[in-house]
């Protein structure tokens, strides 16, 4: 629904409330869309994942304050192809070739980076909340589970103003000095009331405004006969309100249709007819998804369950993006912030998606397609991605899936490692062991895209000392996390450690020495950014990241062989991305002497991060 100004218009319609320990269903979906943005996090280089992860557990403490019961819900994908495609315009709308970084932004006009929508999943299971993946339309999901459980819905999106839930609009949620969530509501009982409307009167107010229904400005004759338009151009709801309040549903809607064309009248009719059945169907709170919440028993797979997709899109074993891949055969190329001129990044990454198909088909779905949007054509391109197997089908029998089952027993198949080792041809799992459990995957990750772009070891360094940064010393040195009150001092060289992987050999003292000595890395003034922003520099990392991405999400599908990443102890872009321009501008002779310099004054960091290197580098050359 897109219906320009409404939301100011039914916010002057809330009753103030208090809500305390209570249970509330949140639309995850749409409160995320703002969050990055709102959290002003520089996004060009990256995802700040450290920062953005700090800034929604601050976001969060409300609900956790106010003691709410919270029943997250999120889009698990789309319902049709042609959804799928609106969709996919709409992000292009955002498109990371147009990205100026001398341009200020505006709310609409940020692309949010790679892993911050995994920062937010990861966030919600580190302080306890509930969330839910749909495998259908996530506002139908979300207003049938708010009406089984009897309780407000809080959320970001105008189609709950005329749904049958108590709405609290998320935006203007604060906590008063009780802890209570301070809230607005809206009833749609009311609101008829107050205005003399109906349901029906209701269809026809949207049927007349939404621009997702009719795209094009075909009732604004009505609008200025009926002298509701202001200077502006912009709808006067109270006059519309009032002008259907006045008349029955059978004469507004026939004095509606004199100001359009005879096929949008029938256009106009059928779309109707379907506005009415979706909001009679929003009226149930019977769908998979409020069953499974509220009766885990029938939530439980069976043998060759014919839910078992339904129920790991549910239980989140089945990633979200793979939602649409299974379901439409596609994936979608990056729209995110790099060099257009060089292969797109979602290329490195094709293997990795296409062997997921294959194990949720049983390599049996034939081809996929990656969609490029081109910058001239109104339509998607579609680049198709032939249906052989990139590797062999491994060693288990399934009729429809892998996965037909449950996925209790999917772990010990190693699917994981099995394509690990066809694509890589080699690896050294053995050799994997010896680095910490958290940083396996980003080491397998690591030695996937150093096989895939040979000449990258600046860029490998740089995202180790990320890691180091971010899962050791930051959790180590001494309990200031405030990057802003930091201090860099002078400190003096000290004799070189020999290598070791323990993370309980790093001293809080080098730590704290290690952080004065890189603070600024992590810094970016908004000039900079328009003094260092490169395409071509920054494409590589890109394509790190969606590799790195795309063997979680096929990790989580293959039963989490190894332990998934936790993106705020890994990976800060704006850090990533200034180490490794510092590196290629230093006169030293490699990167690792750079970093060797720097660090030297802390010699445990120093030595855990070679511990680390030495484990990537014999992965990588042993063949």
């Known amino acids: 629904m897109r219906i320009k100004g409404l939301t100011p218009f039914m916010l002057n319609n809330v009753t103030t409330t208090r ?26 280089f990256g995802c700040e994942s450290d920062e953005f992860a700090k800034y929604l557990k601050e976001y969060l403490t409300k609900f956790k304050k106010a003691n709410l019961d919270c029943h997250f819900v999120f889009k698990g994908g789309h319902t049709d192809k042609e959804k799928l495609d609106i969709h996919y315009e709409a992000e292009n709308r955002l498109h990371g070739r ?26 919600l299971e580190e302080m ?19 009406l089984k459980l009897s309780c407000p819905l809080i ?20 906590l008063d000095e009780n802890d209570n969530l301070l809230c607005g509501i809206h009833v749609l009982s009311n609101f008829l009331r107050i205005h003399s409307m109906t349901e029906e009167k209701v269809i026809l107010f949207i049927m007349i405004t939404d621009k997702h229904i009719f795209t094009e400005n075909i009732f604004n004759l009505f609008f200025q006969r009926k002298q509701m338009l202001s200077r502006y151009g912009n709808i006067i709801f109270i006059k519309l309100v009032n002008w259907l309040a006045q008349r029955s549903t059978e004469q507004a809607l026939r004095e509606i249709l004199q100001f359009i064309s005879k096929s949008d009248q029938a256009t106009f009719m059928e779309k109707k007819s379907d506005l009415t059945t979706l909001m009679q169907k929003r009226k149930s709170a019977d769908t998979k998804s409020t069953l499974y919440v509220t009766d ?43 060099d257009y001129d060089q292969e797109n990044s979602v290329m490195i990454s094709i293997d990795i998606f296409k062997y997921a198909y294959d194990l949720l088909t049983n390599f049996e779905g034939g081809e996929i397609s990656v ?22 089908k491994p060693d288990y029998e399934a009729t429809v899936s892998v996965f037909e089952n449950g996925f209790d027993d999917i772990k010990e198949l190693k699917l994981f490692e099995h394509f690990v080792t066809e694509t890589l041809q080699t690896f050294d799992f053995e050799s994997l062991n010896k680095a910490p459990a958290d940083c396996r995957l980003l080491l397998v990750a690591l030695v996937y895209y150093s096989r895939k772009r040979p000449d990258v070891k600046l860029e490998v360094y740089s995202i180790l000392l990320s890691y180091v940064m971010l899962n050791v010393v930051f959790e180590k040195k001494d309990g200031n996390d405030d990057r802003s009150k930091s201090k860099t001092e002078y400190v003096a060289d000290k004799p070189l ?75 800060n872009g704006t850090f ?34 070679s511990g680390i290197i030495e484990v990537y580098e014999s992965i990588l050359y042993e063949y």
Not at 302 to 330: A, C, H, M
Not at 371 to 392: A, F, G, Q, V
């Open 371 to 392: 969609e490029h949007k081109n910058r001239s054509s109104p339509k998607i391109d579609y680049t198709l991605m032939k249906c052989n197997s990139s590797i062999l």
């Open 19 to 44: 809500l305390k320990n209570t249970t509330v269903v949140i639309d995850g979906q749409s409160v995320f869309f703002r969050l990055y943005k709102e959290s002003r996090i520089p996004y060009a």
């Open 296 to 338: 885990r028993n029938a939530a439980k797979f069976t043998q060759s369950d014919p839910e078992w997709f339904e129920k790991g899109v549910f239980f989140k074993y089945i990633p979200i993006p793979y939602v649409n891949l299974y379901r439409f055969k596609s994936d979608k190329a990056s729209n995110f912030i790099e």
């Open 155 to 174: 959320g970001n999106n105008m189609q709950y103003f005329f749904s049958q839930v108590q709405y609290v609009p998320e935006i203007n949620t604060v």
């Open 98 to 123: 147009d990205y100026i970084p001398a341009k200020q932004h505006s709310y609409d006009d940020i692309i949010k980076p790679l892993f911050a929508k995994d920062i937010w999943f990861q966030t």
């Open 497 to 571: 450690l020999d290598s070791f992987t323990d993370k309980d050999l790093v001293t809080a003292a080098d730590c704290e020495v290690a952080y004065s000595i890189m603070d600024k890395y992590f810094k970016l003034r908004f000039d900079e950014l328009c003094d260092i922003f490169d395409r071509k520099a920054l494409h590589p990392l890109v394509e790190f990241q969606r590799c790195f991405e795309e063997l979680n999400f096929l990790n989580q599908l293959c039963g989490s062989q190894f332990e998934r990443t936790l993106y705020r102890k890994t990976y």
């Open 576 to 609: 990533v991305y200034k180490i490794l321009r510092a590196m290629r501008n230093s006169e030293s002779q490699d990167g690792f002497q750079f970093i060797q310099k720097k660090l030297n004054p802390a010699p445990t960091v120093l030595a855990f991060l």
């Open 128 to 146: 306890g909340f509930k969330y839910i993946v749909c495998n259908g339309d996530h506002v139908t999901e979300c207003i049938a589970l708010a």
